[in-house]
């Protein structure tokens, strides 16, 4: 009798796995199809499998393992928010940082504002249960929150950089921003909001945000520093490996141990270990790690999106709200339509602000690329579900009425969201941007922000593609080229990375040219 609880253990285990091969599988079959993707795919089977579930245990469960925060938190979003940090187009990113800002940040308190009042109003309306101030507000910080996860299968960096580089910089933030704001609604007493309220939480936020990233830079340069000085690529590419691996790990637990923001944390992690500690170990480890982030965020995803398919028909919830089954449905629709309204009042009018600033027409946001911008967008997922079960349940269950409805209604947006968007977007984008136009539309995103960003950013000089792995845009014309400084802020940079960062902790060009080394090819 003893050994029947590790028994049941092994066994759930066991079958998810196979889910998760099946997963695999079933997405590469389904990989040119237009209509699904991984995230679709991995839903539909968790589906299909709790239904399953459902019946087999006569109505008593559907599904095999139980939400658990630590195990999204700590162990499934890490890898993904590293990943994409470690893969992303630096270049294209930070050109286009203003705008991630303004969409991160500013459109995801404009988001929040107005789903916590719509709810706020329109919730009393319906018979929900008994919902305080701190739970309206809660519910703006959950629903505020993109999927960065959806939107990195949905849009390819390569096919589309500019629409990619603000999206996913937009859904970093706005994560980051989201999980900051419902930390300080549970930590502030925002019943009674007074200025020195409101200039403490606005304070808290800059705190993070300059910290958490600060934190992120510091854990990559000692990776870097650490991998240059003592070359264990001349022994063993497997400690290279592993200390990378753990290094990545570590930086996201130190700002779980402070506080901080870990999202940040370990996104700017990824950028400064691609820039330096990447180029300072052997030629194996570098294809090695390559893959292996990738694997990894490429199993979590999936992970997720499998596991949302299956709770979605948990029978606990459902029980509780059955005979409320109106009521739900109707704070669903509510939901959903806010966040429709507050993903369009935040990309629509801070698209036509960020265009009053830029001098020609090629460099302005479209109309086109906004309605992809905002349809993108649209898709809730892993961190909501997260912050609702936080905020509504009590280590995954609840019995209250109020908050079962809350969870429902939460899965049903998040599913409704994730198929239904996620199943409109790759059409959506054949109609506005078509394949044939694809070419000329990405000659053109790549000077999107030349008007106001390209005298900061580019120079007439040759640039690195490590920054980027994409070319700065030339001037197109005589007039262009003698408007444009010759000494910019990204050549200012490149002498400072050049002369005091690069010689200190490595990256292309200034790793050891020791045997066993990445350059040891280069001496002969």
Not at 56 to 66: A, D, F, K
Not at 274 to 301: C, D, G, M, P, Q
Not at 308 to 328: F, H, N, P, R, T
Request: hydrophobic share 50%; charged share 15%; aromatic share 12%.
């Amino acid at each position: 009798m003893a050994l029947e609880p590790d028994q049941a253990s092994v066994d759930s285990i066991t079958l998810f796995v196979a889910l998760l091969c099946s997963c695999i599988v079933i997405g590469h079959l389904l990989e040119k199809n237009r209509w699904f993707n991984e995230s679709i795919t991995a839903l539909a089977i968790g589906l299909c499998t709790g239904i399953i579930i459902l019946f087999t245990t006569e109505g008593r469960r559907s599904h095999i393992l139980v939400f658990n925060e630590e195990l999204f938190f700590i162990y499934l979003l890490p890898p993904i928010i590293f990943n994409a940090g470690f893969q992303v187009k630096k270049k294209q990113f930070f050109r286009n940082s203003v705008m991630i800002i303004l969409f991160g940040a500013v459109g995801t308190l404009i988001s929040f504002v107005i789903i916590s009042i719509g709810s706020m109003k329109l919730f009393k309306k319906l018979d929900v249960g008994f919902l305080d101030f701190g739970d309206y507000l809660a519910l703006g910080a959950i629903f505020s929150a993109t999927d960065s996860v959806c939107t990195l299968q949905v849009l390819n960096q390569d096919e589309t950089p500019l629409l990619y580089s603000l999206v996913f910089g937009e859904g970093v933030v706005n994560d980051a921003t989201s999980i900051v704001l419902f930390n300080a609604i549970q930590k502030f007493d925002l019943s009674h909001i007074t200025s020195s309220i409101f200039m403490e939480l606005m304070g808290n936020f800059v705190y993070l945000f300059t910290t958490s990233t600060l934190l992120g830079v510091m854990v990559g340069l000692i990776s870097a520093y650490i991998i240059k000085k003592l070359y264990f690529g001349r022994h063993s590419t497997d400690r290279e490996v592993a200390l990378m691996i753990l290094m990545a790990y570590l930086s996201y637990m130190m700002a779980e141990l402070f506080n901080l923001s870990s999202i940040l944390t370990v996104f700017f992690c990824g950028i400064v270990m691609s820039h330096y500690t990447w180029h300072n170990v052997t030629e194996s480890s570098r294809i090695t790690t390559k893959h292996a982030f990738a694997t990894l965020s490429f199993i979590s995803e999936i992970f997720i999106f499998l596991y949302v398919g299956m709770d979605a028909l948990d029978i606990e919830k459902w029980k509780v709200v059955s005979k409320s089954l109106g009521i739900s449905a109707g704070v669903s629709s509510i939901l959903l339509g806010l966040v429709l309204i507050g993903r369009a009042a935040s990309v629509f009018p801070l698209s036509f602000i960020s265009n009053l600033s830029k001098g020609s027409q090629s460099g302005k946001v479209t109309f086109k690329q906004q309605v992809i911008i905002w349809w993108a967008g649209l898709m809730r997922g892993s961190v909501s579900m997260a912050l609702a079960y936080n905020q509504f349940t009590r280590s995954g269950h609840t019995q209250l009425r109020g908050n079962a409805i809350m969870i429902t209604s939460t899965i049903t947006v998040v599913l409704f969201s994730t198929v239904v968007f996620g199943l409109m977007t790759k059409p959506l984008m054949r109609l506005l941007l078509p394949r044939k136009h694809l070419s000329s539309t990405m000659s053109s995103e790549s000077f999107l922000s030349k008007p106001m960003n390209l005298p900061l950013i580019a120079n007439g000089q040759t640039a690195d593609s490590e920054m980027g792995g994409d070319d700065i845009p030339r001037p197109a014309s005589l007039r262009m080229l003698l408007t444009t400084p010759a000494h910019t802020v990204h050549y200012y940079w490149r002498k400072f990375d050049d002369s005091v960062m690069r010689p200190v902790f490595g990256g292309r060009g200034f790793a050891p040219c020791t045997p066993g080394s990445p350059t040891e090819p280069l001496l002969h």
